[in-house]
């Protein structure tokens, strides 16, 4: 990546250092060992300097100011720290551009969400990659890692980032991300990296120090001020970086945190910007947004900009009807859960421009009826909505059996792209919570944060409250590796195996032709919908009520039975179906 402004690189014999700080007045690299280095003015607020003789995996930092008043900050874009993010940068070896490219289409994504910290006992790369035959044995067709840039301390969930170009140490180095993700390849599996672009971490950010221009101090965020992305060194930070984790690993694509957070001008073209990046360096890269707005114009296939978005309409109105639970985020879709679920299954957003109730009646979202339903990745639960809840429980802990293989039916057999976190195949109850490992005042104020958060739920369960700065609470997230032995997650796997299987069988074929749009029924609590393609037809129907629903099918299905189903189907005569609760079949009708 010859364009690099930002991190080291070689130069021949040297190394040729290069920081952003407009405002400092003096900046030196010192080399551990050494005597600091001044460095040069360059234009535009970089600073550099040049060191002949330096092996990979030399220490390094930046010291801003001069004499005893210097303060010593690491690399902003270091390639791979000595110990933690606060600490010495180390010297990279020149990478070629991975030759790894997209093993499959995009609408064959099966994706498992993956942390990985939490994903094995051990909690690395190398161990991850024992774990790949797994994921493929299973059904998976892409591991989808929670953010691994470096953050401060041993334990995160990756949102609270610092060091956006540096793999943390806690999960290896970066060789062994290259080797994990080799290895994924090997096995058919792609890979791909959420990352965070909206907000650096709380903790080990130096770069208002020197840099103050990188941020709007008169526009606040839930993490501070603002990331100003009206300043274009600024936007080439993270596009540079987005480009970077595809070129120098080999992901095949990026999952971009919170886009709706980016709260300064030139948010729109920062994500123009960053996706003709990361298309020039892999033009089929899967460019996945999350983005509360739901803009549907990022998703057309036309502009090549965004493949998908994530879709927390589906998963909300899912989740009402699963679950029953109606207040918080769920309440503007448990004022008719069954209507909401259709058009999450038939359009993809519920919300297309309508008043939300959440946001004190302002519209929100855009129309998106035209998109094929792979520009929705879908899900039953994900990092967040385990997460996010008091205690970090699974449904798999609370709900009837029946109303979780309904909903992992409707989510694997439907033509959105679906998403499992870590341990959902197999149905296993290990909590996800909250946690974290910083130290004094921000320690305390996160504690506080989290307990006034759930506040109703801390004044009556203060005791089982996990505490996010406790090691317990990290550990309990682990998964075993003998939970996927017992009998119930071995019956549970192969249920998710059966599905996967069904997916390649039935949806796959008709969501490689061109989508040609949906057609959306009801009949009390049951719902059927239609989903046309060139080579045919995909038509599901189900009940998320509490009564049995007698259905016309609306085509004829006399003497066919149908490709997969779950729960009390009975067919009739003349193509009536009775469906009881919590059930559902699907059809794959292929053109003649």
């Known amino acids: ?327 918080g985020y769920y309440a503007p879709y448990a004022r008719d859960a069954v209507a909401s679920a259709g058009r999450a299954l038939a359009e993809g957003f519920v919300f297309q421009g309508e008043p939300y109730p959440g946001e004190g009646g302002h519209p929100r979202g855009t129309p998106c009826a035209d998109l094929a339903p792979d520009a929705f990745v879908s899900f039953v639960q994900n990092h967040d909505h385990i997460g996010n809840r008091p205690l970090g429980d699974r449904l798999a802990g609370t709900l009837a059996p029946e109303r979780l293989a309904f909903l992992r039916f409707v989510l694997m057999l439907s033509p959105e792209i679906p998403l499992l976190f870590q341990g959902e195949e197999a149905l296993l109850p290990t909590p996800f919570p909250f946690f974290c490992d910083f130290e004094g005042e921000l320690a305390d104020a996160v504690r506080k944060g989290r307990r006034s958060e759930f506040a109703d739920f801390f004044d009556a369960h203060g005791e089982s409250f996990p505490d996010p700065l406790s090691e317990a609470t990290f550990l309990a997230a682990k998964l075993k590796p003998e939970d996927m032995r017992t009998p119930q997650a071995r019956a549970e796997l192969d249920a998710f195996h059966r599905l996967a299987e069904q997916r390649r069988r039935l949806v796959w074929p008709l969501t490689a032709s061109p989508y040609r749009g949906s057609e959306l029924s009801r009949t009390g609590e049951a719902l059927r919908v239609a989903w046309h393609y060139g080579a045919g037809t995909l038509v599901m129907v189900l009940n998320g009520g509490k009564e049995r629903v007698r259905i016309d099918p609306q085509t004829t299905f006399s003497g066919m039975p149908a490709g997969a189903s779950i729960g009390g189907v009975i067919h009739e005569a003349e193509g009536q179906l009775t469906l009881d609760p919590f059930a559902a079949a699907l059809w794959s009708l292929a053109r003649a």
């Open 1 to 327: 990546m010859n364009s690099t402004r930002f991190g080291p690189i070689l130069d021949g014999t040297a190394t040729r250092f290069r920081l952003y700080a407009p405002d400092a007045g003096h900046v030196s690299v010192e080399i551990d060992g050494a005597a600091p280095k001044a460095m040069d003015k360059a234009g535009d607020g970089f600073f550099t300097a040049a060191i002949d003789g330096l092996n990979a995996g030399t220490r390094y930092r930046f010291r801003i100011g001069e004499g005893e008043g210097a303060v010593a900050v690491p690399d902003p874009a270091s390639r791979g720290q000595a110990e933690d993010a606060d600490g010495w940068s180390l010297t990279a070896a020149p990478v070629a551009m991975s030759a790894g490219g997209v093993p499959r289409p995009w609408h064959e994504a099966v994706i498992a969400e993956v942390h990985v910290g939490t994903a094995t006992p051990e909690g690395t790369f190398r161990a991850l990659i024992e774990r790949l035959d797994h994921y493929r044995d299973a059904g998976f067709t892409v591991i989808e890692l929670m953010p691994v840039a470096d953050f401060p301390g041993r334990r995160n969930w990756g949102y609270d980032g610092v060091l956006l170009y540096a793999p943390d140490t806690a999960y290896g180095t970066p060789d062994d991300l290259r080797a994990l993700i080799d290895a994924a390849h090997e096995r058919g599996l792609g890979v791909m990296l959420d990352v965070v672009y909206n907000h650096f971490g709380p903790s080990g950010n130096y770069l208002p120090l020197y840099g103050k221009s990188f941020f709007r101090e008169d526009i606040h965020t839930p993490w501070g001020p603002a990331i100003d992305l009206e300043n274009p060194i600024v936007r080439a930070f993270f596009t540079e970086n987005a480009a970077y984790w595809l070129a120098d690993f080999g992901f095949d694509g990026l999952r971009f945190d919170a886009v709706h957070a980016l709260a300064t001008g030139g948010a729109e073209t920062f994500l123009r910007e960053i996706a003709a990046a990361c298309r020039a360096v892999r033009p089929d890269a899967w460019l996945v947004l999350e983005n509360h707005d739901n803009i549907a114009g990022w998703l057309t296939r036309e502009e090549h900009l965004f493949t998908a978005q994530w879709n927390d309409d589906w998963h909300h109105a899912f989740h009402v009807l699963g679950s029953g639970e109606r207040t």
